[in-house]
């Protein structure tokens, strides 16, 4: 009995590393965290966070969740919504990431993305009186980035530049999105 427990352990063990030497060489998830700067068109610029959520399908392919936050105190004129002040832009998107992992230790990636967004802000109706203002727009990003990994489970995104388009009622409004944060992998 001892001899087949000591054999199923001696297997169990053997089966264990070369699961592991089998693994890829790439991390299945991503996660990102950092800070983001919006210019919108009208020359609004947005401080705020960026995260993101990366499922890589294989060494190239991926698929990613996005979320981003930013905001702007007192300054009318933004986003193509008339003069806002307070401004509040919540984007959230989804879709495909190509990347190029052959430079090692640098990791090269495009993306575009398709959601949507919550944009609020502050509107002067006259007469001293104001109303808050939402509006939802339909949101696509294209973009890439460049990241430079310290460790197999940390990596510096040195860059993330997005084209972001916002799709309000009849109208469209354009911007960059910069990022910069660091990347964990597992």
């Known amino acids: ?24 060489a790439y991390p299945a998830v991503e996660i990102f965290g950092g800070y983001s700067l919006a210019h919108q068109k009208g020359g609004a610029n947005i401080n705020g966070w960026h995260g993101q959520a990366a499922f890589n399908l294989s060494e190239s392919f991926g698929i990613v969740a ?28 989804v879709g495909l ?10 990791t090269m990636y495009v993306q575009a993305l398709f959601g949507q967004s919550r944009l609020a802000g502050i ?22 980035g460049l990241d430079y990994e310290l460790t197999d489970n940390l990596s510096l995104r040195v860059v ?12 469209n409004s354009s911007g960059v999105r910069f990022s910069t944060g660091v990347v964990f992998g597992f």
């Not at 981003?68 to 986003?79: A, D, E, I, K």
């Not at 109706?125 to 990003?141: A, D, H, S």
């Not at 997005?162 to 109208?171: A, F, M, Q, T, V």
């Open 160 to 171: 993330e530049i997005d084209y972001r388009l916002l799709r309000i009622e009849s109208s």
């Open 66 to 93: 996005d979320a981003s936050s930013h905001q702007m105190g007192r300054q009318p004129g933004v986003v193509g919504i008339g003069d806002l002040s307070d401004v509040r832009l919540l984007s959230y998107s």
């Open 123 to 144: 509107a002067d109706i006259g007469g001293g009186l104001t109303e808050m203002q939402v509006t939802r727009p339909f949101t696509t990003t294209f973009g890439g």
């Open 1 to 24: 009995m001892k001899a087949r427990i000591t054999l199923a352990l001696a297997l169990f063990v053997a089966l264990g590393l070369t699961a592991r030497a089998q693994a890829p």
């Open 97 to 106: 990431r190509a990347s190029n992992r052959s430079l090692d230790p640098w």
